[in-house]
Nanobody, 113 residues
Framework: QVQLVESGGGLVQPGGSLTLSCVAS????????MGWYRQAPGKQREFVAS???????HCADSVKGRFTISSDTAQNTVYLEMNSLKPEDTAVYYC???????WGQGTQVTVSS
C-alpha cells in the first residue's frame, strides 16, 4: 500500500520559514506528479504546489515567490520550502500523488506571534 509521510510542521512567527518533507513508499516519485495541498479550519482543502519534473512546476498564486516545491528522487522525498510565512498560511498541509487518492496524514503549520 502506498504511504506518504509528512513531517516538518510546527509553530513559527510571521515572516519565518519552515520546510516540509514527504517521504513516499511503494511508489517511485519520479514517475508521478507530486503535490502539496493545505486545509485551514473551516475551509476546503486547496492546492498549494505540484511538480512532475524540474521543468513542470505549478504554484498557487497565494504562495508564488514564497514557497518552493522540490524533490530528491534518490530519497523518494518531496519538499515544500516555505518562506515569509503569514498567519493565513496556517493550515494542515498534505502531500498527494496528483490524480490519485493517495494522501499523507498531514502536518500542522501554525503561523502566529
Amino acid at each position: 500500500q502506498v504511504q506518504l509521510v509528512e513531517s516538518g510542521g510546527g509553530l513559527v512567527q510571521p515572516g519565518g520559514s519552515l520546510t516540509l518533507s514527504c517521504v513516499a513508499s511503494k511508489i517511485d516519485i519520479k514517475w508521478y506528479e507530486m503535490g502539496w495541498y493545505r486545509q485551514a479550519p473551516g475551509k476546503q482543502r486547496e492546492f498549494v504546489a505540484s511538480m512532475a519534473t524540474e521543468s513542470s512546476i505549478h504554484c498557487a498564486d497565494s504562495v508564488k515567490g514564497r514557497f518552493t516545491i522540490s524533490s530528491d528522487t534518490a530519497q523518494n522525498t518531496v519538499y515544500l520550502e516555505m518562506n515569509s510565512l503569514k498567519p493565513e498560511d496556517t493550515a494542515v498541509y498534505y502531500c498527494n500523488v496528483l490524480r490519485t487518492n493517495w494522501w499523507g496524514q498531514g502536518t500542522q503549520v501554525t503561523v502566529s506571534s
